[in-house]
């Protein structure tokens, strides 16, 4: 599904120059669930964002379901997110001003899908969820891990070839974390490729697949028997 | 363009309106105060300028009147202080060597200027009334509106100095009962029988006359009250396209050499020049016309131009969502295009609300001042006008909806995710 070679990235600041990526080789199978670990800064993000098509790598090879991924245009990248790529970010994102349902529509909308069907599929997701009946309400009336759950279900609701999840628990308590995993690890289930940046332990070994970044490189890349998150959630 | 005619599009559109109440109030007021402003004062210039019209329209708009005062230069022989009498004479002089002089009506008159009125009896009602003398020629200088059934003096009875009269409406109120028809009915005179051949309407405003005048042909006037060839005054249209004050120069100064009277006496002659008057009073109200549509146009720009602001400070406030519609597949075009087309919507809503308000303001004040003696009448705004400012609010919507737009899409999708 996903294939990279030799990924360079670096930021330049005045005459100063970052380098963040230093030559990351790694490949994703169809239906995996990957963590990506690390310490501040090493990178998770960068890599993530490359892959997502927000950022573009100085040098090295993506290849996103034998699709190459060079040189895009902005219109392009904007067009492949849309049909390739869901995004879960740690801080929602979702539009103000939007019902949760609205929310979930929106990249349907960019696809061009009739409203009827927009609003019928988005409160299907809303339903995957579990917030089918919270559809109507805004996301300031939503509770972290409801918003993060609208989250999901938008980013799903274009059915998309891989998730992206920047921790996506990153501003929730354990218990709620836990029921995020547990939709996450529910949506890999179905045959999903998730990949997950996070910094927590225990919501890395709730993947089956456990990347560690250090100083712009791979420094491990190991299977792991993955934690059910249901196991902690009543 | 496929967007522009996308429901989809409209529904963004309009719910970001409506979500966002205080920017598109905020927005919409300037642009609806400007067009507002606009159709206002256009409307109302406008309606001063039809109003100085019905004023004069009784009227020929460059007419003017000349009569003969004292001299104040001895000249050929005269001492100054002669008293100058306007002759008959003299029209057809001033016809030959004044070429822009369409028509001249000499008039004779009894009952103004200090002279004593006409006694004017019909059985035992009397009255005292304002007689003149005239020439059918008066009624294409002054239109007399007369009532149906009447006329006013025509050819013949001046050639036959026939005894004939146009009434006021006031006369024909005080001589005549009410069920009676005056055509065709006799009074006196001084004393001398008159048939009444026509009633003539006043109009409030117009002209310098009263609705008790009593016209008569001006040959009847001078055997009556035996005024030989003397007239009292001139009144003098120029063709449409003559320059009123050179005509009146050059009226003035044949009259100076027909009557003897010195070429720089300035006092020898009176003249009143109408056209002249209107000519200030139009220059006037298209002054205003056009102050208007500047004034007006300038409101509508700061109103656009506020509106781009408030929709560049919103494209700052709304980086994070643009970044986020934009990862999920919004592509640039489509966000700019939202953009514009969000500034050219609220535009026109506010222009068009501008208008459909700008006209409820001129029927009121149409309502508050009909009747009145204000001149102000009927203040439209002419529709290319509106359409004008319509197009304009297009145009100047959407180029200002660019730069919010354009800085939109100058943000690349990973910093406007990362803004807080
Ligand atoms: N746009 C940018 N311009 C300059 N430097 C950047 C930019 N984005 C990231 N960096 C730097 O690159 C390095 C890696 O950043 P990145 O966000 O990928 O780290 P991370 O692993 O996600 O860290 P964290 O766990 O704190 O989110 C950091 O040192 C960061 O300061
Ligand atoms: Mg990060």
């Known amino acids: 599904m996903i294939e990279i070679k030799d990924l360079h990235k670096s930021y330049k600041m005045g005459s100063n120059s970052l380098h963040v990526l230093k030559g990351i080789n790694f490949s994703v199978e169809d239906g995996e669930l990957v963590a990506i670990m690390g310490s501040s800064g090493s990178g998770k993000s ?20 034998n699709v190459p991924i060079k040189n895009l ?44 069907e927009r609003t019928e599929k988005a409160l299907q997701y809303l339903e995957r969820v579990g917030l089918r009946e919270w559809a109507t309400h805004l996301p300031s009336e939503l509770s972290g891990g409801q918003k993060q759950r609208v ?3 938008r980013a799903m609701a274009a059915e998309p070839k891989v998730l ?18 547990d939709l996450i690890q529910k949506i890999n289930d179905e045959g999903n490729t998730i990949l997950v940046v996070t910094h927590e332990e225990d919501i890395a070994h709730m993947c089956k697949r456990i990347v560690h970044l250090k100083d712009g490189v791979i420094v491990e890349d190991k299977k792991v028997k993955q934690v059910r998150a249901a196991e902690y959630v009543q | ?26 927005t919409m007021i300037g642009v609806f105060v400007g067009i507002y402003i606009y159709i206002g004062l256009s409307g109302a210039s406008k309606g001063l300028d039809n109003g100085f019209e019905r004023q004069f329209e009784t009227i020929a708009k460059n007419s003017l009147f000349a009569w003969g005062q004292r001299t104040s230069i001895p000249y050929a022989g005269f001492k100054t202080g002669r008293q100058i009498q306007l002759k008959l004479g003299d029209v057809e002089v001033l016809y030959n060597r004044v070429p822009e002089i369409e028509t001249i009506a000499p008039r004779n008159v009894k009952g103004i200027f200090g002279s004593n009125p006409g006694i004017i009896t019909r059985g035992l009602k009397s009255g005292n009334y304002a007689v003149y003398g005239d020439f059918p020629d008066f009624a294409d200088i002054a239109t007399k509106k007369i009532y149906d059934g009447g006329r006013f003096i025509n050819d013949e009875d001046i050639e036959q100095a026939r005894k004939v009269c146009v009434i006021g409406e006031r006369t024909q109120k005080e001589l005549f009962e009410e069920d009676e028809d005056p055509i065709g009915g006799y009074i006196r005179i001084d004393n001398i029988y008159f048939q009444v051949v026509g009633v003539h309407k006043f109009t409030p405003g117009g002209g310098f006359e009263s609705d008790s005048d ?13 005024t030989g060839d003397n ?6 249209a120029a063709y449409d396209d003559a320059d009123v004050v050179k005509v009146e120069e050059d009226i003035k100064a044949t009259l100076r050499s027909i009557h003897n009277v010195s070429p720089k006496d300035e006092r020898a002659f009176g003249s009143f020049n109408l056209g002249e008057i209107f000519n200030k009073i139009m220059g006037f109200s298209s002054g205003m016309t056009f102050l208007s549509l500047i ?11 506020g509106i781009g602001n408030i929709l560049l400070i919103s494209v700052k406030e709304r980086t994070k969502e643009l970044g986020v519609r934009r990862a999920l597949g919004a592509t640039p075009s489509e966000v700019r295009n939202q953009i514009i087309i969000e500034a050219l919507t609220l535009t026109l809503l506010a222009g068009i609300i501008g208008i459909i308000f700008g006209a409820l303001t001129l029927k009121i004040i149409d309502a508050l001042t009909k009747g009145g003696d204000f001149p102000y009448a009927n203040p439209t705004v002419p529709i290319p006008y509106v359409i004008g400012s319509l197009l304009l609010m297009v145009v100047l919507g959407v180029l200002i909806g660019l730069i919010p737009a354009q800085r939109a899409v100058s943000i690349r999708p990973i910093d406007a995710l990362r803004e807080e």
């Open chain 1, 46 to 65: 960068t890599l993530l964002n490359i892959l997502g098509m927000l950022d573009e790598a100085d040098e090295g090879e993506y290849t996103l379901d």
């Open chain 1, 73 to 116: 245009s902005e219109t392009k990248a904007a067009q492949y997110r849309n049909k390739f790529l869901g995004f879960v970010f740690q801080s929602f994102n979702l539009i103000n001003y939007k019902s949760a349902m609205e929310n979930v529509a929106l990249p349907l909308y960019y696809q061009r899908v009739a409203r009827k």
């Open chain 1, 151 to 153: 989250a999901i279900a």
């Open chain 1, 164 to 181: 992206l999840a920047d921790e996506p628990t990153g501003a929730l308590d354990s218990t709620t974390s836990y029921e995020v995993m």
């Open chain 2, 1 to 26: 363009m496929k967007q522009l005619f996308d429901g989809n599009t409209w529904q963004e559109i309009f719910q970001s309106i409506r979500k966002n109440k205080l920017r598109t109030f905020l």
């Open chain 2, 214 to 226: 009593i016209y008569i042909p001006f040959a009847t006037f001078k055997k009556l009250y035996n």
């Open chain 2, 231 to 236: 007239v009292s005054w001139l009144t003098i």
């Open chain 2, 295 to 305: 004034v007006g146009i300038a409101c509508i720009l700061a109103g656009v131009i």
